[in-house]
């Protein structure tokens, strides 16, 4: 049997339906296995950072393994952009690049290049990986497939990549005599030393009196939405979620408050920063949910942190009082059954409520945004928006507009980026989570102008396959994220990021049309029309939406460097603020005495 046969049939009985790729000399032999396949279709796309991105789309909404392919060189080394977000983010995709014959490959040579586009993308790829080999050996290919599914999906899920010469691609195999991969070893590994604390921990939770659910993105990795609503609903205990974690609680639940961190809504802000136990439940608790300032991050609350990765458990800035290696459903599974008894005492409750109500992030719009539009539109499609629809977000203030005012519901799903944070994200993502559907259900892109010039090309699939997919692209003429960075931190020079200052915005009417898309725009005067807004929504099919957003665009709240978390931009007077409190105000000037005489 042909070893290129043996890995699609390998990826069928692992019931793999699409692989998205780039075809090059390097992996050819591969493709053509593909393309004789009745059960995997193979998706000839535009770019391989696409098929990177796709395949992670793929896989975020199917719970499967994502597949992306590409040949040597150029062709390995654009996948890396997309191999590096699959590894912050934990998502389980699993990438074959082609190589140069095995005859022609370096190896330990002391010379730059041997085989043409030969690139040691093993190398490369390695710190960004869960796993990675050169499968040099055709013997080996039952094993490398097997151990990098296995390690893709346990633990902490993850990117892997294997890397296949041609020779090795075409060489011929006999099925009986390959070697297998024994899981044995990796179980041993996976055993759960810390389920002792739980019972101290579910001790700690029962004696709190202002407990507090943070739901970061490993709620999803371990499939734990339920019985996260099940434990927060039995006992009372309000929820706040990173911005990987978005989507994993109801967003339209009483005990759900909003999403946390630099760019999180001011009233799970304020709320989180007076509990007195934050129950971190598959979030690292980074900088961007905890603020700089680490010493006023939670200072009169004790932090419980569940983390599938014992790394991210013991090397970590901040101080723990609570931490726990355990799966987050596991977790959830067994705290849930130690609760029994447990409520969560109402005046902690009651001012979680009128908190909510006060620091809505409707009200923070009104107070402080003059330009509301890009709100405006998050709130339509938020009315807009089917029972299982699926968000796909990309990165800027696109992102920030729709993490803050989106309410993702029960069944509907968010996906954005974390870790990397790429441009250009949300289109590639949207079309691998719409070929998951099998092409029936509606996706919807968010992006900005910057993130649509970066992924201009994956529009052409759109179109090709008839992927019903809406485009949104909040068009402010600039690089909005950075431009309002400018002006806080750089005294308003803007460069690279607006018109004048060398960036510019193609005519996206044009390109709708170049791709055969249908194209809409909605401005400042339409927006409040309802027959034509009806119009765009109801529309079937992919199509492109322009959101024109004439002046410059704000996010609001946002965190500034080296002020508490509760503390944000625009600031609230000192005098409201305190009110807002149940603890009392971070002071600077004290703590900084603290710090000289320590």
């Given at each position: 049997m042909k070893l290129s046969d043996y890995i699609v049939r390998f990826f069928e009985d692992n019931e793999i339906d699409y692989i998205f790729g780039f075809i090059g000399g390097s992996i050819t032999h591969l493709v053509d296995s593909i393309s004789k396949s009745k059960k995997i279709k193979f998706i000839q796309v535009y770019h391989e950072q696409t098929a990177s991105f796709a395949a992670?789309?793929?896989?975020?909404?199917?719970?499967?393994?994502?597949?992306?392919?590409?040949?040597s060189g150029p062709g390995a080394t654009n996948l890396i952009t997309g191999i590096g977000d699959a590894f912050f983010d934990s998502v389980p995709v699993i990438f074959i690049t082609g190589q140069v014959n095995t005859y022609e490959y370096k190896y330990d040579?002391?010379?730059?290049?041997?085989?043409?586009?030969?690139?040691?993308?093993?190398?490369?790829?390695?710190?960004?990986?869960?796993?990675?080999?050169?499968?040099?050996?055709?013997?080996?290919?039952?094993?490398?497939?097997?151990?990098?599914?296995?390690?893709a999906t346990h633990?902490?899920?993850?990117?892997?990549?294997?890397?296949?010469?041609?020779?090795?691609?075409?060489?011929?195999?006999?099925?009986?005599?390959?070697?297998?991969?024994?899981?044995?070893?990796?179980?041993?590994?996976?055993?759960?030393?810390?389920?002792?604390?739980?019972?101290?921990?579910?001790?700690a939770i029962k004696n709190s009196k202002r407990p507090l659910i943070l739901a970061g993105g490993g709620i999803r990795n371990s499939k734990a939405e339920k019985i996260l609503l099940k434990t927060s609903e039995n006992y009372s205990i309000p929820v706040v979620t990173s911005l990987m974690g978005k989507g994993v609680f109801p967003e339209d639940n009483n005990l759900f408050i909003g999403m946390i961190g630099s760019y999180g809504n001011r009233a799970a802000n304020i709320i989180m920063s007076n509990s007195d136990l934050l129950i971190a439940v598959g979030s690292r608790l980074d900088t961007r949910?905890?603020?700089?300032?680490?010493?006023?991050f939670l200072r009169s609350g004790k932090i419980i942190h569940v983390d599938i990765d014992v790394n991210e458990i013991?090397?970590?800035?901040?101080?723990?009082?609570y931490k726990l290696c355990l799966d987050a459903n596991v977790f959830l599974e067994k705290i849930n059954s130690l609760l029994t008894g447990c409520k969560t005492k109402k005046d902690w409750l009651d001012y979680v409520k009128n908190t909510k109500n006060k620091y809505s992030q409707k009200n923070e719009v009104e107070k402080y945004v003059e330009n509301k539009i890009p709100y405006k539109i998050m709130e339509l499609l938020n009315k807009y928006s089917k029972k299982d629809q699926v968000f796909t977000v990309d990165i800027g203030q696109n992102q920030m507009f729709a993490a803050q005012m989106l309410k993702i519901k029960q069944n509907q799903k968010f996906f954005t980026s974390g870790g990397m944070a790429p441009?250009?994200?949300?289109?590639?993502?949207?079309?691998?989570?719409?070929?998951?559907?099998?092409?029936?259900?509606?996706?919807?892109?968010?992006?900005?102008?910057?993130?649509l010039h970066i992924s201009l090309q994956s529009l052409m699939l759109l179109k090709q396959y008839n992927l019903p997919v809406k485009v949104i692209v909040l068009n402010n003429k600039s690089l909005g994220m950075i431009v309002?960075?400018?002006?806080?931190?750089?005294?308003?020079?803007?460069?690279?990021?607006?018109?004048?200052?060398?960036?510019?915005?193609?005519?996206?009417?044009?390109?709708?049309?170049a791709y055969e898309l249908k194209y809409y725009v909605v401005n400042k005067k339409n927006i409040n029309d309802e027959k034509y807004i009806h119009k765009i929504f109801s529309c079937r099919g992919p199509a492109i939406?322009?959101?024109?957003?004439?002046?410059?665009?704000?996010?609001?709240?946002?965190?500034?460097v080296n002020s508490p978390i509760e503390d944000l931009n625009p600031k609230l007077s000192r005098e409201e603020l305190k009110k807002s409190m149940l603890i009392d105000l971070y002071e600077e000037k004290k703590d900084r005495k603290k710090d000289n005489e320590l």
């Open positions: 992670e789309g793929f896989s975020r909404n199917s719970g499967k393994i994502g597949v992306a392919i590409a040949t040579k002391p010379i730059r290049q041997q085989g043409f586009q030969e690139t040691d993308i093993i190398s490369v790829v390695k710190p960004i990986t869960k796993y990675s080999a050169l499968v040099d050996n055709p013997k080996k290919i039952k094993y490398e497939l097997e151990k990098s599914c296995y390690i633990g902490r899920p993850g990117p892997v990549l294997l890397d296949i010469p041609m020779d090795i691609q075409r060489a011929d195999i006999d099925i009986k005599q390959l070697e297998k991969f024994d899981v044995s070893y990796y179980k041993k590994k996976e055993q759960y030393s810390d389920i002792k604390k739980l019972i101290t921990i579910a001790d949910q905890t603020g700089a300032l680490l010493k006023g013991n090397n970590h800035r901040l101080k723990r009082d441009m250009g994200y949300a289109i590639p993502v949207a079309i691998g989570s719409s070929f998951s559907y099998g092409n029936n259900k509606e996706i919807t892109a968010i992006t900005g102008d910057g993130g309002q960075f400018q002006d806080l931190y750089f005294n308003k020079n803007a460069v690279g990021t607006t018109k004048n200052s060398g960036y510019m915005v193609p005519d996206i009417e044009c390109i709708s049309k939406i322009e959101v024109l957003i004439e002046n410059k665009t704000i996010v609001s709240p946002k965190l500034e």
